[in-house]
């Protein structure tokens, strides 16, 4: 890993380093000494999948949810489309964007940071078994 200091009192970019090839505990280790001497840290052209973003956030501390929003613990989260987002809202199925599930999982959509379903993933659709309605979505 090479680092290069880019401002004059905080920031580094960090190169020639792949996050996801997976973070080992030394390269964790070496990211959490980085950040608390540059206090901000550059890893450009990164192609990683949620799955990975979620690795590296870890490497930080605990992960946490916004408490303004409903999440469901222990199932993996789809991104519902806006129109799939309005057809589960009425307990049809709806169109998802999905990363590192499989079909017949039970998974729960979110749109917009809101929880909208859980359900069963199939073939790109979630299909809801509960719908979360918020009152400003009425």
Do not use: C
Request: no cysteine; glycine share 8%; net charge negative.
């Amino acid at each position: 890993m090479i680092v290069k200091r880019v401002a004059g009192a905080i920031g580094a970019e960090l190169r020639s380093i792949n996050l996801g090839d997976g973070i080992d505990p030394e390269v964790a280790r070496s990211l959490r000494a980085l950040l608390n001497e540059h206090e901000v840290l550059f890893l450009r052209d990164q192609s990683i999948t949620p799955s990975d973003q979620k690795s590296l956030a870890a490497v930080f501390g605990p992960l946490q949810t916004h408490p303004a929003y409903r999440t469901v613990e222990d199932l993996p989260e789809v991104k519902a489309t806006a129109e799939g987002a309005v057809r589960l809202r009425n307990g049809n199925p709806g169109m998802v964007i999905a990363h590192d599930v499989e079909y017949g999982d039970e998974v729960w959509a979110s749109y917009e940071g809101r929880a909208v379903a859980v359900g069963r993933f199939k073939a790109g659709e979630l299909h809801p078994s509960r719908v979360f309605n918020h009152p400003q979505d009425a």
